[in-house]
């Protein structure tokens, strides 16, 4: 960032200070005044930054058509106010560390209340996952679904990178492809990563998305209307429970026990269901073979689409076996799977997809076309290369090792220093999920802890009703250190004892 | 994609063999057909490529836990039959060129009919805008909002790449940014992008989204609701139309004349009206000053709330100066400006923003976090260095340059190649608005010259009425190169004379 902003130009073409000056009115009083306050304004606003160049005082009484001495007297006041400095023979510039008050020139009303009349929708009014933005500065970052810069794969994405920036290459993604994907990444899906997991699938029952986050969204806004009887898993994944509640009323608690979702009558009366039955969120439970099939089967019996989310799919851990998914035992084509390598390689990437039976995939494109017409090409480009090179599976390899190594760590540190909690994770999670003693508020922990450098996920966000989850926490291990893990796990034993 | 081919790994973990043969019926009757089903069924689905070498009949019959000679027999048969070969001492292989025929091996039910009555919206019952993929092939591609490989800064954007591919840059962008955008990527914006058009925002004010499209289609959810009365452009830009068709029956098609929308009662009845004043889509009139500030002043009046789109913005062309946009001029913060790179560098990268007050902002970082939780950030990274560099705006100066001159070689030939025809192309515009003679047809025009390699967009698809828009097409000068201009339009020519 700081090579970025060395680099930039550091003064700006005629007109922007035109239009920066547009608002001027000649026939008003005080010019003198006017060109000060456009000029205060925008270094506030950030948009003149120190070390800008101001045009020299007889260019802008030009390009503003007002007496040359108005500008140099504006400018000598700005300079006796700190504003701007004058430097001989170089001219007249922003002084260095102004004040920065992130400001708008354009807008006056802000007023938050005129607005929120005017929204359809008010996704803000929900409950949301609030995860820390600075976790990297932390030292026990006990955190989900983040990514560990140790472990990630810098060199050998550095080489698909290269590969993909060719001038054929580029060719080949700097284009509007409409509603297509890669068909490198497709083909990359299709032969290497899903058949892993027994999923079999043609190029036209694949559609690639900004992470499992979109492909979620889009088959919400694709199969839930108004009425439409949407089962969710409670405890779950909050964003399912925010993106199906702004559209339907007709939401319904999936019952469940240790193993996950049951299939009895709640889930027969659902016309969609969204499921995590690989790792339950944010449980960790993994549903055995004979609970899927059942569920499958009443799912058949009643017409249910099943809405498999199967976020941590592909990062085996050392010596934890994985079971097939839903999809991989469905032979009516009514679970539509959703996946992504936010969790395995990089959330920033922003890449998930659907295998779902060609028609729906045919809606979703034209869906996604709509949207936001396709995912960034080069994005998918680089992906495939990274895995036709191998380095994906490579990857996984040495991540599913150094996250083994953490998970027995974490698994023999528990019950001395956390004595008073209980816990569990399944087989291939890269999480626990903590159920503290009986008055214990874990919102209360999370504050706590953050102030001494531990991050955890307290556990109401997950629940429809937050009291319910009061006494529990998440402690993830896919960016915390291993010689941190101890340390971060005292700290946390010693708050809850109080 | 050969490379790649020949690299990737040409044989199976066992685990993708026995997850294929999951379904196997040991009860039943026909091992052997069985296998030999599911092998085939993996070829035509091309989840078994040419070349793909099987585990031999040992280790797959222990694998399956079936006698050997049931696999032998079975290999022997596919042999016999072509799918696979046999090569001394190596193994047994898929064969080569295999007819590929991409199915499914996990769904039957593809029936579209039954899938249909789950959808909740039905965007494919929407007429879509149907753009070639293949238009690089075709010697005379007159299309709009394409990009053109010679002009793209192959160079100058690899430097970029690779200075975000260092190890500090990979920990600054792979992570979840939950519901942020990159910093450098909006000072970018800020300070280099939107002064140069006259808006002067705080970083508070602005949103990155997955292109101009993503913008547009989040604006319409947050504003648009079952009764918001929506002011839309005919013929205007088909995308929006769809996008506000799907959730309200209110639209109202607003008063226009050759100088763009009029701030009449139709405008003055609405609650959001979606505009492109800088250059109206598809007819490219360029709104005038005096009409821009009137519609402000109505809008102000009415509280409409006015989406500009300046989908063209940035890429001035030679000598054609451009009127400040609507959000520069207005003053109470009611227009919500949309803007893209997509245009004025590749549309395969996906990058676009809105600039609007703090509130809307606010309520669209947390629909998109809902939707997808941010895009790509790589990419913002890759494209703010590009611009910190300078290279943005080398780039556009070189472009416009380029465009110019195509737009001069368009304006010579015209008058000449297609005297039957009349035409439009205002100040900036990337395209030609083109209206045939009197029983002409554009849609069958179209269909006549892609035939002949000329690729033009016919107009209908831009008005509510296809057949008012039966006379019209567009000519995008962006993608087609000054030595194929006047070929190409003579080609056109000699179809529209008959």
Redesign the interface.
């Known amino acids: 960032?700081n090579?970025?902003?060395s680099?930039?130009?550091k003064a700006?073409?005629d007109?922007?200070w035109t239009?920066?000056f547009?608002?001027l009115d000649r026939d008003g009083q005080g010019l003198n005044v006017q060109i000060r306050r456009t000029i205060v304004?925008?270094i506030q606003?950030?948009?003149l930054?120190g070390g800008t160049r101001l045009p020299s005082s007889r260019h802008l009484a030009g390009l503003l058509a007002v007496a040359r001495n108005t500008v140099t007297a504006a400018y000598q006041l700005l300079i006796d106010e700190g504003f701007l400095v004058s430097r001989e023979r170089s001219g007249i510039f922003v002084a260095a560390q102004q004040r920065y008050v992130?400001?708008?020139?354009?807008?006056?009303?802000?007023?938050?209340a005129?607005?929120?009349g005017?929204?359809?929708?008010?996704?803000?009014a929900q409950r949301?996952?609030n995860?820390p933005?600075d976790?990297?500065e932390h030292p026990y970052p006990f955190l989900f679904?983040?990514?560990d810069?140790a472990i990630?794969p810098?060199n050998n994405?550095?080489e698909a990178?290269r590969?993909t920036?060719s001038?054929k290459e580029?060719?080949g993604?700097?284009?509007?492809?409409?509603d297509?994907d890669d068909?490198?990444l497709l083909e990359?899906l299709?032969?290497?990563v899903l058949?892993?997991?027994?999923?079999?699938?043609?190029?036209?029952?694949i559609i690639v998305?900004?992470?499992s986050?979109?492909a979620l969204?889009m088959l919400v806004?694709?199969?839930?209307?108004a009425k439409?009887a949407v089962g969710i898993e409670d405890p779950g994944y909050p964003?399912v429970r925010?993106?199906v509640g702004l559209?339907t009323e007709d939401v319904r608690h999936l019952s469940a026990d240790a193993q996950g979702v049951l299939a009895d009558d709640v889930l027969s009366g659902c016309?969609v269901a969204f499921l995590t039955v690989g790792h339950q969120c944010p449980t960790t439970a993994v549903m055995p073979i004979a609970r899927r099939k059942a569920l499958l089967e009443a799912a058949y019996r009643n017409h249910v689409?099943i809405v498999e989310d199967d976020y941590e799919a592909d990062l085996a851990l050392d010596g934890e076996a994985e079971l097939?998914c839903l999809?991989?035992?469905?032979?009516?084509?009514?679970v539509i799977y959703v996946g992504s390598f936010?969790k395995a390689l990089?959330?920033?990437?922003?890449?998930g997809y659907i295998v779902a039976?060609?028609?729906?995939i045919?809606?979703l494109r034209?869906?996604r076309?709509?949207?936001?017409?396709?995912?960034?090409?080069?994005?998918q480009r680089i992906l495939?290369?990274f895995i036709?090179?191998?380095h994906y599976h490579q990857h996984l390899r040495k991540t599913g090792t150094v996250l083994a190594q953490r998970a027995a760590i974490l698994n023999n540190c528990l019950p001395k220093l956390l004595p008073q909690c209980s816990w569990r994770r399944d087989a291939g999670a890269k999480s626990f999920w903590v159920e503290g003693p009986e008055a214990f508020d874990s919102r209360e922990l999370v504050r706590a802890a953050r102030e001494r450098g531990v991050l955890i996920e307290a556990g109401d966000i997950f629940f429809d009703d937050p009291d319910a989850g009061r006494r529990f926490f998440r402690l993830g291990f896919t960016s915390i250190s291993e010689n941190k893990i101890a340390a971060g796990l005292k700290i946390l034993g010693e708050l809850i004892e109080g």
């Open positions: 960032m090579i970025q902003k680099i930039a130009p700006h073409p007109i922007v239009r920066m547009s608002e304004y925008a606003a950030g948009v930054t992130p400001t708008s020139l354009n807008t006056c009303d802000d007023d938050v005129q607005w929120s005017r929204f359809a929708v008010r996704p803000s949301q996952i995860k933005r976790w990297l679904g983040q990514f810069p990630f810098t994405w550095r990178v590969a920036s001038v580029i060719y993604w700097a284009g509007d492809q409409i297509d068909p490198d990359q299709r032969v290497q058949p892993k997991r027994g999923i079999f699938a043609g190029p036209g029952e998305t900004i992470g986050q979109q969204s806004q694709l199969f839930v209307g439409t964003d925010n993106m559209v016309d689409i097939p999809k991989s035992l469905d032979h009516h084509g009514q936010s990089a959330p920033g990437l922003r890449i039976p060609k028609p729906v045919d809606e034209v869906l076309r709509m949207l936001l017409r396709h995912p960034p090409t080069n994005n495939a290369t036709a090179l191998g």
